[in-house]
């Protein structure tokens, strides 16, 4: 009579399995560890333990020296001086001479942040009021550098450029992206072949872009310059201004990142249903009215959740600027990553960690206020 | 109105006419086709236009790229291969049989710090130029960091979709301030990182059963799920300073191993955060009848689980192998000297004293970004087939 070899239960190890058995037993007793330890503790090892040691490097002025690092604890000394100290123009710019305008610009935003915050009191829990008041007080000090430099007209520090590109960036390439992605969702031929093609952009390694932005926007011998000369532009030289510099570098960003939110809105757009649509179009109602009513509505959750994710990143750009300008001119086209970078070349590695941090705590405290009050608003009414 | 008045004034209508009429039912009106293909059309050369001329860049000499603009090969200029033969065959080390010999070095060198607290074995220094290194060694870390960070991201996220998991929150606590502790003693004090580390573990065992009696607050697997992919928020420079002192410390600074490891973890929350929604989509009465059959949890994983997200995978892990191709910033901050990658090649070429050799550095160029092309078309077919689609419910 032929009994089948391994007749044992999951769960139950008889005496006298073998070793090899048994430790597959325990294996699997043990498999929810096992699968996520490995994550978890890289995750640990790699992003919280460094997260943390930073904070000893942002308060210490560090030297190097034959036996190692030397720490020597200043304070708040590396943070302050991004504030009030020597870098201050270079991290905030020039806040001097605030105008009228400035100030009343100020004042319109401070009453609107606070109003909102005071109508919020009676409709969340005292957690989420903390949340609220933190993204108030980011909000009133960026209000407020922003009202100092370049509403009164003084120049932006890398504070401002690195919220340029997230904000502006981030703007003309979710309407363009979108756009795009309307286009390709409409019925027309030879929509795989612009879905590749409006695709490679986002493939093509940051630093490539910069030199192949470079190079199109040379004024002496890129493709442009023609173009440039018949418009009467022959003597200017982008990179000699601060806002052209800012701007160039904006599109090349786009050039790369457009791509992203075209292939996310797309996919989003193509899960509209079709007879949705059909059925309004019968009815008679225009594709404006279409786009309007039937379609944003179905797609706004994923829009705001690809927004996000395209902030999140657009916080850390630092190839582009650093092949294309090197920064300049003066540190027009710094962002913050870049700065620190540079701060750690000069050995400074106190100052570096400090605007790490900084730039950590500006994309937590924004991203955390966008999640919170715009995509899980979005993502509740399209359940309900 | 009779049918044939009605066909007689159809094709009757001006030009005019004939394009703004309501279109049929699932088709554009004639003028919204004319300026949805312009638009399509404006865009694919705004998109294609920079890699034209890189390409054709690379092809051109000194005098072409100098003295303006010319745009189209054998009518404008004469294409050369100049800068491709000076890239790639005029040092004496620089032949295809130098790939072949890198690799070998690379297996050689890291058999030798496998075996280094047990044998010593010198480790061989490369003799091949500069590109070729570059490429073999963005090959190696791309490769494995993709392996690692596709494995074990997919594991966790396979995880977090089928097993409960409550760690509670105080232990998590403890552990946080007990790695403040070592970092204390260590940066502060000078006590070895082993020896506080050690101290600081036991620490965490015995405190762990006190500290679970009493504060039973616990997380779910929505809460780490969050956490593990709130991870992508962190900027790279925030850690690249304290993991360049770590790697100091313990010697890895400049080896591969540094690069695969930091790629793997920067790119685990994207593979965690795609690879979640797919396995939650899988019909969980497949892995609930092996189980019946006695298969074991990892079993399940390898032969059921992964090839039936067989598609999602393929994605995930292309998307995941361009991106550390093309990562820059920690290769910028770790690698000096022998496992610089593409990207930071093509920076360096950047400080020549007589200006920059576009015609060279286009050439490097095409070479960094002909996989990745290749890639992105084969991307667009999974995506096409809305495989990314899944991941973006929201």
Redesign the interface.
């Known amino acids: 009579m032929a009994f089948p070899d391994d007749t044992r239960q999951p769960g139950t190890v008889p005496a006298g399995v073998p070793l090899r058995d048994r430790l597959g037993e325990w294996v699997d007793r043990h498999a929810r560890t096992f699968f996520i330890a490995p994550c978890v503790t890289l995750i640990l090892i790699f992003a919280i333990f460094p997260t943390i040691y930073s904070i000893f490097f942002a308060l210490s002025r560090v030297r190097f020296t034959g036996s190692g690092l030397k720490f020597r604890y200043v304070g708040f000394r590396n943070f302050a001086k991004q504030f009030f100290g020597s870098a201050e123009v270079h991290f905030l710019g020039r806040t001097e001479p605030v105008t009228l305008f400035g100030y009343a610009v100020f004042a319109v935003i401070v009453i609107a942040v606070l109003w909102w915050l005071i109508r919020s009191i009676r409709r969340t829990t005292w957690v989420g009021m903390i949340g609220r008041t933190i993204s108030a007080a980011m909000a009133i000090f960026l209000a407020w550098i922003l009202c100092a430099s370049f509403i009164s007209g003084n120049a932006i520090g890398t504070l401002y450029t690195t919220l340029f590109y997230v904000i502006v960036g981030c703007a003309v390439q979710f309407i363009i992206g979108t756009g795009l992605a309307f286009l390709c969702s409409q019925p027309i031929s030879g929509k795989n072949f612009f879905r590749v093609v409006f695709f490679i952009p986002l493939m093509i390694t940051p630093l490539g872009v910069g030199y192949a932005m470079r190079m199109v926007a040379d004024v002496s011998k890129g493709p442009i310059e023609p173009i440039l000369n018949l418009l009467g532009f022959s003597d200017w030289i982008w990179s000699a201004d601060a806002w052209s510099a800012r701007f160039i570098m904006m599109i090349g960003d786009s050039w790369q990142w457009i791509p992203f939110i075209f292939i996310c809105m797309l996919a989003a757009l193509e899960n509209v249903p079709r007879d949705h649509v059909e059925a309004a179009q019968v009815d008679g109602a225009s594709s404006v009215q279409i786009f309007r009513e039937i379609t944003w509505p179905q797609v706004v959750p994923v829009a705001v959740t690809v927004l996000l994710i395209r902030m999140i990143e657009a916080f850390k750009i630092v190839d582009l600027p650093n092949i294309m300008t090197g920064g300049g001119p003066g540190s027009a086209t710094e962002s913050m990553t870049l700065n620190s970078m540079y701060i750690w070349r000069a050995n400074d590695l106190g100052g570096s960690a400090a605007i790490a941090y900084l730039l950590l705590i500006l994309t937590v405290v924004v991203c955390a206020s966008f999640f919170n009050y715009v995509v899980l608003g979005q993502l509740r009414k399209a359940r309900s | 109105m009779s049918d044939t008045t009605y066909r007689f004034r159809q094709a009757d209508r001006t030009l005019f006419q004939r394009l703004f009429e ?2 049929a ?4 009106s004639p003028a ?2 004319v300026v ?2 312009t ?2 059309a404006v ?2 050369v ?6 034209y ?2 390409i054709i ?1 690379s092809f051109k000499d000194a005098a072409a ?5 010319y ?1 189209l090969p054998f009518i404008d200029f004469q294409p050369t291969l100049d800068a491709w033969r000076t890239q790639f065959t005029e040092d004496p080390n620089c032949n295809v049989a130098a790939i072949g010999r890198q690799f070998g070095l690379l297996a050689h060198n890291s058999v030798a710090f496998v075996l280094s607290p047990f044998v010593t074995i010198e480790p061989m220094e490369p003799q091949i130029c500069k590109i070729y290194l570059a490429f073999t060694n963005s090959v190696v870390i791309s490769i494995f960091s993709t392996a690692i960070c596709v494995l ?2 997919s ?2 996220a ?3 979709a089928r ?1 409960q ?1 409550a760690p509670k929150f105080g232990n998590i606590m403890t552990f ?1 301030l007990l ?2 502790g070592v ?2 003693a260590t ?2 004090y000078g006590v070895a990182w082993w020896a506080s580390s050690a101290v600081a573990l036991a620490m965490f065992f015995f405190l762990v059963r006190a500290i679970g009696r009493h504060y039973k607050m616990k997380l779910k697997n929505g809460d ?1 799920l969050f956490w ?1 992919i709130s ?13 360049y ?2 790697f100091q ?1 313990v010697k890895l600074l400049d080896t591969h191993i540094a690069l695969i ?2 790629y ?2 920067a790119n ?1 929350p994207i593979v ?1 955060w795609l690879m979640h929604d797919f396995f939650a989509s899988l019909p969980i009465e497949l892995e609930e009848s092996a ?1 019946l059959d ?1 298969a ?3 079993g399940i ?1 390898w032969e059921i689980v992964l090839p039936l997200t067989r598609p999602g995978l393929a994605a995930t892990t292309l998307l995941i192998l ?1 991106l550390s ?2 990562e ?2 920690f290769a ?2 770790l690698a000096t000297v022998k496992v610089q990658t ?2 930071i090649m ?2 360096a070429k ?1 400080a020549g004293e007589k200006g920059i050799f ?1 015609w060279e ?2 050439a490097v ?1 095409v070479v ?2 002909i996989p ?2 290749v ?3 084969l ?2 077919r999974f ?2 087939r ?1 495989v ?2 899944g991941a ?3």
Do not use: D, E, H
């Open positions: 309501a279109p039912v699932g088709k554009m919204a086709k949805a293909y638009l399509l865009w694919s705004f998109v294609l236009f920079p890699i001329w890189v860049t790229v100098n003295q303006g603009p745009y074990v991201g594991m966790a396979y995880a977090l097993i998991y946080v790695l403040v970092i204390i940066t502060y780490i593990i991870q992508r928020i962190l900027p790279p420079i925030v850690v690249v300073i304290p993991i002192v770590m410390a490891m930091l793997a973890v685990m965690v189980q006695g074991t949890r990892l994983f361009v191709w093309n820059y910033l910028v901050f593409m990207p093509v920076a950047n576009w550095m286009c160029i960094m970004i990745v092309i890639m992105a078309i991307l667009t995506i096409s809305g990314l689609s973006m419910k929201g």
